[in-house]
C-alpha cells in the first residue's frame, strides 16, 4: 500500500513563494512517476507538473518559468517549489503517484496566495 502525505502550504502574497513536499510511504518511489495536482474552487481537478523516473519534468502552460518539480529518492518524496504566485494558483494541490497497483493520492494542501 502507497500513502501520500503533502505538506508545505499555507498563505502567501501574490508574488511570493512556497515549497509544497510529498513524501511517500511503500513500493518502489525511485521508479514511480510523481504528479503534482490542483483543484481551485468551482473548477476541475488539474494536472500542475510531473517528473518521471529519469527525473525529466513536464508543467503545464500556465506555470512554466514560475513552478519547479524535483524528487529526492533518498528521501522518498517529491517537491513543488512555486515562485511568483498569484491568486490564480490559489487552490488544493493534490500529490499523485500512478503505480502498477494502483492510483495514489495525498489527502491534499491548501495553498491560498492573497495580499
Known amino acids: 500500500q502507497v500513502k501520500l502525505v503533502e505538506s508545505g502550504g499555507g498563505l502567501v502574497q501574490p508574488g511570493g513563494s512556497l515549497t509544497l513536499s510529498c513524501t511517500a510511504s511503500?513500493?518502489?518511489?525511485?521508479?514511480?512517476?510523481m504528479n503534482w495536482f490542483r483543484q481551485a474552487p468551482g473548477k476541475e481537478r488539474e494536472l500542475v507538473a510531473r517528473?518521471?523516473?529519469?527525473?525529466?519534468?513536464w508543467y503545464i502552460d500556465s506555470v512554466k518559468g514560475r513552478f519547479t518539480i524535483s524528487r529526492d529518492n533518498a528521501k522518498v518524496t517529491a517537491y513543488l517549489q512555486m515562485n511568483g504566485l498569484t491568486p490564480e494558483d490559489t487552490a488544493v494541490y493534490y500529490c499523485n503517484s500512478p503505480r502498477a497497483t494502483g492510483d495514489y493520492w495525498g489527502p491534499g494542501i491548501q495553498v491560498t496566495v492573497s495580499s
Open positions: 511503500g513500493g518502489d518511489f525511485s521508479r514511480s512517476i
Open positions: 517528473i518521471n523516473s529519469f527525473n525529466v519534468p
